[in-house]
């Protein structure tokens, strides 16, 4: 069989890196999890079954994490997409000069966690930033303050992806044919209809696609809140990933970092399932 | 714009459903696809807009549909003036060649979607779409999804949301060409039907000849954006307005003869490769009125006879059709003259030396610069 | 037809009004998109007793260079570009080449476990690499990998998209082809380098681009692995900048903009690919 020799000899460099850097590591959290970290180093870690589990599941720390992370994919998912549809469908039009509308609106995805982080730490920084200026100053100023940071961190990551969206929501949008928007106009529907009745019908399955994905990526943001406000204040935006970093970093207990790892992925696969399920169900025709 | 060319209708307005006035239009990136052009539509008439790939039918349909503006021009529906009004409040339904049916609604949706979209109370919607579904056979299928659909099952439902709405004008664009040939000369028939039950005014956009003579009322013939003729099917076959109508139109083509002209005191005549044909004291007085010397004969395959003639040939294939043949011959300087005559006509083989004869009645003169109609 | 004049010359007033309305529109939303960006690169031309006057100076009339210089060289952004540039070189060139061969195995080789092999390969992408970074980090250390570019960049040289990308390109090949190529006599190695790369040229690229931009983008990795500015990348560079200057913003600012311009660049020449691999992309999650 040189054929199958020569068959894994191809994806043996894919399946080392798997292995070394995904699945050993994956499987060793679940491991790590056993294991309590003493208090101080150097004293030998003591096994305690599924204590830590229940522990850290059940913490008011852990909770609040989760919540947090909640609220932010939902203040950024939604509006992240409903924005990124809303100027697809503005410059889905024939307009003169409209490739450059295009090229601003996607423009984004240019720009990285830091950079959009650091632009927008400036902007709303209280000494140098706008918001002073504009008269909005918050006290105490908006990345300390417990009712504004999540949300200036949601907007900041809004933007971020603004491109992202757009281009994601563009190319379904390019794939309606023409005739059925045209159709639909001589049908008497008005630009809202149209939006209603047709676009966001036949937009459907790269919506909820959308939807779902993006909540993957909202429960993994970690740039920007270590960038503008390092979980706090007083952990209000305290997210899954900056929370497993801070255990991991400051706290260097394995042990706790490993069950807050798996609870992260627990998250993921619910969300990819849920978005499985629904794609099924939700591909709805067929061309 | 010869005189030919021009919408044959009075300009008054009373009785037109759909009209074109100097319309023309330059896409942004420079092309002129149409015109100016001028076209009135009659209320309840079926008018085919026919013509070669890319001569700009589909841009005059979108035009009167308001899908797209005109550069200049007044487009009218009725008596109102439309150039300022969106497609969604002109009183037009259109028919797509894929149909453009909403795949994510069942086929009741779909016919009912035009209605809903005016505000029509449900049970007036209910009412309506039963008829129309009942008049194209869809009944059974309401429940359905478009992809559940055969393709002639698509083009009834994208005809039943067409006249649902009874409007002022229904605008076809090649709405058999995704049909096979069979379905297409049924569905044919039917289409013919319903335009004459709904006394339903139609602008039929086709490249396909037979459907547009056996389909308008009149059939408007346009070439790189410009009207050539526009006319009843039988008129425009029995005198093409110029070199570019009498080709397109009927099948096998029209026959061309370069030809110059010979006249003497009392009569004109024209001379080909190999003959010289007297022509009938009207046409030879238009000829000279021309005062044109090159013209271009035309003369339809079944009005050439082989008979002995007096124009020399070469039969150089015979293709038989079964019920009538088509016999392929070439004159002395090359020309191709194609005889079509009943399968039961004396056999000539490919090779024989034969003798054409024209009946000068059936002869169309061509101006051989500008391609104009001539005689008569 | 008189009283028509209006209509039927040039434009309807009502349709141009429409029109004129409709870039107003994309014009402020534009705008929006744009300010975020148009001030940053405003902040970084100031000079730094501008930067706290108030109003807030939105047009920089004198502009100055100096805080590019100074975040350039004082501030190591040459030395963090060049970081990032060789680290995500390193992990484009690596996702391509695992990508381009595990997709040839699994499009046009036969052999056992091969839907078995195909399932782990995207099982990996149902796993964050957040959560992997306990145990990665005690592997690089133990590997002596900690702030090197091997510990960088070699937990990314193979990923379960790019594998899968690659696979339904190869797919997209005629099987006439491959049946031609051997009559020619070409191994499996020369199909896959002569015929079966340069056709799927297009799925490569849109792989590039996308492993290009995800590694340039790197930042909870790079944060753990990194100790000293010799091995930071420009993410993590940015961070820096902004805590050792923290009164001069416009230095920071100057920062950004030359940490996002590679990319700008980048996207500018390769609108097409990028598009491409970020719907493909978006797939993985
Ligand atoms: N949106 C457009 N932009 C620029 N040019 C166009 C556009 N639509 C059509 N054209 C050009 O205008 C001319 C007329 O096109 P049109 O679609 O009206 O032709 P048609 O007669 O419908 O042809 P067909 O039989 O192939 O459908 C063509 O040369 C075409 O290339
Ligand atoms: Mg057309």
């Known amino acids: 069989m040189r054929e199958a020799g020569l068959a894994y000899a191809l994806v043996l460099p894919s399946l080392v890196v798997f292995g070394a850097f995904i699945f050993y590591p994956f499987v060793r959290n679940f491991y790590l999890g056993f294991f309590r970290t003493p208090p101080f180093p150097g004293l030998p870690k003591k096994g305690v079954g599924l204590t830590q589990y229940r522990e850290v599941l059940t913490s008011h720390d852990f909770l609040n994490s989760v919540k947090v992370t909640v609220l932010f994919a939902v203040y950024t998912v ?79 990551t809004i933007w971020q992806n603004l491109g992202l969206s757009f281009i994601l929501m563009s190319s379904g949008l390019q794939a309606i044919p023409d005739e059925l928007l045209e159709a639909a106009q001589i049908d008497g529907a008005g630009a809202w209809s149209r939006f209603r009745n047709v676009i966001v019908p036949l937009l459907s399955p790269t919506i909820f696609f959308a939807v779902v994905v993006g909540s993957i990526f909202a429960f993994q943001s970690f740039g920007q809140i270590e960038l503008l406000t390092q979980g706090g204040p007083t952990k209000h935006t305290n997210v899954l990933t900056y929370f497993i970093y801070t255990t991991l970093q400051q706290q260097q207990d394995d042990g706790k970092a490993a069950v807050l790892a798996i609870a992260l992925f627990g998250i993921t696969l619910l969300l990819t399932l849920v978005q499985m399920r629904l794609l099924e169900r939700r591909v709805f025709y067929a061309r | 714009m010869t005189e030919a060319a021009r919408g044959d209708v009075d300009v008054d307005g009373a009785g037109i459903a759909v009209s074109l006035r100097e319309v023309t239009k330059t896409y942004d990136n420079g092309v002129m696809a149409l015109g100016p052009i001028d076209l009135q539509v009659r209320k309840g008439e079926l008018v085919s807009l026919l013509g070669p790939s890319g001569c700009g039918k589909s841009t005059a349909l979108r035009i009167i549909a308001g899908l797209e503006a005109p550069t200049s021009g007044t487009v009218r529906i009725g008596s109102r003036v439309v150039n300022d009004v969106e497609a969604k409040d002109r009183d037009v339904s259109m028919v797509f060649q894929t149909y453009a049916l909403y795949p994510h609604m069942s086929v009741q949706r779909n016919i009912e979607f035009p209605l809903k979209s005016r505000g029509m109370p449900r049970d007036e919607r209910a009412t309506r779409v039963r008829e129309a579904a009942r008049g194209l056979g869809l009944e059974g299928l309401l429940d359905r999804k478009p992809a559940q659909l055969s393709g002639g099952q698509r083009q009834r439902v994208a005809l039943a949301r067409a006249i649902v709405r009874r409007p002022a004008a229904f605008l076809m664009d090649e709405p058999l060409s995704n049909l096979d040939a069979k379905l297409r000369v049924q569905t044919r028939a039917e289409l013919i039907e319903l335009h004459r039950r709904l006394a339903a005014t139609v602008v039929y956009v086709t490249h396909d000849q037979v459907e547009a003579m056996t389909m308008g009322d009149r059939i408007a013939i346009l070439d790189r954006g410009v009207l050539q003729q526009i006319g009843p099917p039988q008129a425009v076959y029995d005198e093409p307005a110029n070199l570019f109508v009498a080709q397109f139109i009927g099948s096998p083509s029209m026959n061309t003869i370069g030809a110059r002209v010979v006249a003497d005191s ?25 005062g044109a010397d090159d013209v271009v004969l035309g003369v339809r395959p079944e009005h050439v006879r082989i008979d002995g003639g007096q124009l020399p040939a070469t039969v150089s294939v015979v293709e038989s059709l079964g019920h009538e043949r088509h016999v392929v011959c070439r004159l002395d300087d090359g020309t191709m003259v194609i005889v079509r005559e009943a399968a039961d006509a004396s056999p000539a083989r490919a090779g024989d030396a034969v003798g054409l004869s024209v009946p000068s009645e059936h002869l169309h003169v061509f101006d051989a610069g500008s391609g104009r109609r001539v005689a008569v | 037809m008189r009283g028509e004049a209006g209509v039927t010359e040039g434009r309807p007033v009502r349709r141009r009004f429409a029109i004129v309305a409709r870039y107003a529109l994309l014009t402020v939303l534009a705008a929006i998109v744009l300010f975020p960006v148009y001030m940053a690169v405003v902040g970084s031309l100031l000079k730094t007793e501008q930067i706290t006057s108030r109003p807030p100076t939105m047009l920089p009339t004198h502009p100055t260079w100096d805080s590019y210089s100074t975040a350039w060289s004082a501030g190591h952004l040459a030395t963090y570009l060049r970081n990032s540039a060789i ?16 997709g040839y195995a699994f499009a046009f080789l036969e052999f056992p476990f091969r839907r078995t092999l195909f399932v782990v390969f995207i099982a990996t992408l149902m796993v964050p690499f957040e959560v992997t970074i306990i145990t990665n980090l005690n592997t690089i250390v133990s590997l002596h990998w900690y702030n090197t570019y091997a510990g960088l960049t070699v937990p990314f040289l193979a990923t379960g998209f790019g594998a899968f990308l690659l696979r339904q390109a190869f797919l997209g090949i005629p099987r006439d082809l491959q049946d031609a190529a051997a009559l020619d006599g070409y191994g499996h190695l020369r199909f896959m380098t002569r015929v079966a790369v340069p056709l799927a040229r297009p799925a490569i690229a849109a792989l590039a681009v996308f492993g290009f931009l995800s590694a340039w983008n790197q930042y909870l990795w790079p944060l753990l692995i990194t100790k000293n500015d010799q091995l930071r990348t420009v993410q993590i560079g940015l961070r820096q900048l902004r805590a050792t200057s923290i009164e001069q913003v416009n230095v920071t600012l100057a920062g950004v903009v030359l940490a996002a311009l590679p990319l700008v660049v980048l996207l500018v020449v390769f609108q097409k690919q990028l598009v491409r691999g970020l719907t493909a992309g978006a797939v993985k999650g």
């Open chain 1, 78 to 156: 939604p509006t992240g997409i409903a924005a990124g549809l809303g100027l697809a469908v503005l410059a889905h039009q024939k307009l003169r000069g409209i490739g450059i509308y295009r090229t601003i609106f996607s423009s984004t995805v240019a720009t990285s966690v830091a950079v959009a982080s650091v632009i927008f730490g400036t902007l709303l920084n209280p000494n140098v930033g706008l918001l002073p200026w504009l008269g909005l100053q918050t006290n105490p100023s908006i990345l300390q303050n417990p009712s504004w940071a999540l949300l200036a961190v949601a907007i900041t």
């Open chain 2, 266 to 290: 009392e009569a004109v005549a024209v001379e080909l490769p190999g003959a010289r044909i007297m022509l009938p004291a009207p046409t030879g007085a238009a000829v000279a009125r021309a």
């Open chain 3, 87 to 102: 680290v995500a070189v390193i992990i484009t060139c690596g996702q391509v080449v695992t990508a381009i061969l595990a």
